[in-house]
């Protein structure tokens, strides 16, 4: 077990290392384009499966709540939470549009669509990332180092891995930093 143990930490540790490493200005300039958006009274949609859509909920809390500091709320959504919305799209049209029409219903243009899918093909995550950019949304990408979503996203993160865990590590992290230089840049601190 202890191996176990130390050769998780350790693959994780890499693969953030890695990621930073290589993406620090990317990260610099979404952080300034979610910042001019938010201060344009536009928001970010955010959606992905499984973990990637507890991920969602979780990152967009940090900008509605709060996140470092005291604040005034941000505006984000997860298309991730309304099971209502969710099961009626699935059941009336199929589960590949239950983010999509959420984006056109609640997206406009300006806005920041955050999708997030480890695999980088997730059919719901690309349908709704390719509609968000018919309607003048940003789109930023989580992934892995495979599939479509980077090559549709405007701002696209791919962790260099094919190991699920380990780039949604990554993914929070990224997420965290996001959440906390949004913060620090739109209330000037």
């Known amino acids: 077990?202890?191996?176990?143990?130390?050769?998780?930490?350790?693959?994780?540790?890499?693969a953030k290392q890695n990621f930073f490493k290589a993406n620090i200005k990317p990260i610099e300039s979404c952080a300034k384009t979610l910042v001019a958006a938010l201060k344009n009274n536009k928001k970010i949609l955010l959606f992905g499966n499984g973990g990637s859509a507890a991920d969602c909920q979780h990152i967009a809390a940090e900008f509605v709540n709060r996140f470092q500091m005291e604040r005034p709320p941000l505006a984000a959504i997860a298309l991730t939470c309304d099971t209502s919305i969710i099961t009626s799209i699935g059941n009336d049209y199929s589960f590949e549009d239950i983010f999509s029409k959420q984006v056109q219903a609640l997206g406009q243009k300006g806005d920041i669509a955050l999708g997030i899918s480890t695999s980088g093909d997730s059919p719901?995550?690309?349908?709704?990332?390719?509609?968000?950019?018919?309607?003048?949304?940003?789109?930023?990408?989580?992934?892995?180092?495979?599939?479509?979503?980077?090559?549709i996203s405007d701002i696209p993160f791919c962790v260099d891995s094919d190991t699920t865990a380990r780039i949604q590590e990554v993914h929070i992290l990224l997420a965290h930093i996001?959440?906390?230089?949004t913060e620090r840049g739109f209330f000037n601190e």
């Open 124 to 151: 719901n995550v690309i349908k709704a990332a390719l509609e968000a950019k018919r309607m003048g949304l940003r789109v930023i990408g989580f992934s892995g180092n495979k599939g479509r979503l980077k090559e």
């Open 178 to 181: 996001l959440c906390d230089l």
């Open 1 to 14: 077990m202890k191996d176990i143990i130390q050769h998780a930490v350790e693959e994780s540790i890499a």
